[in-house]
């Protein structure tokens, strides 16, 4: 059974940073792209940021290209986004998934909440 847990959200000030990090059980991690998605509340979901299944090839939202870092370790199942320069528009509730394009599979975690604010 396909599992993803994120850890890592929480209050961040802004200008400040905080690493969230997804834990992947029950597929096979490296043959999955991976991506973060975020929640605001009374917006959608959006897409902010991705990586390939090497690892070699990530993609950004322009809102958090240069200030969010999305990278994996595929020995440790593990996909991560390191966010610098918190801004209060960043608050949302953040997502993994992971998704496969043929045949087409995707899961998604629970969330993990980040809140920005001093």
């Known amino acids: 059974q396909a599992q993803l847990v994120e850890s890592g959200g929480g209050l961040g000030q802004p200008g400040g940073s905080l690493r969230l990090s997804c834990a992947a059980s029950?597929?096979?991690?490296?043959?999955?792209?991976m991506s973060w998605h975020r929640q605001a509340p009374g917006k959608e979901r959006e897409l902010v940021a991705a990586?390939?299944?090497?690892?070699?090839?990530?993609n950004y939202a322009h809102s958090v290209k240069g200030r969010f870092t999305i990278s994996r370790d595929n020995a440790k199942n593990t996909v991560y986004l390191q966010m610098n320069s918190l801004k209060p528009e960043d608050t949302a509730v953040y997502y993994c998934?992971?998704?496969?394009?043929?045949?087409?599979?995707?899961?998604w975690g629970q969330g993990a909440q980040v809140t920005v604010s001093s």
């Open positions: 998934k992971a998704y496969l394009m043929w045949p087409r599979r995707e899961y």
């Open positions: 990586i390939s299944s090497t690892g070699g090839t990530a």
């Open positions: 029950g597929f096979t991690f490296s043959t999955y792209g």
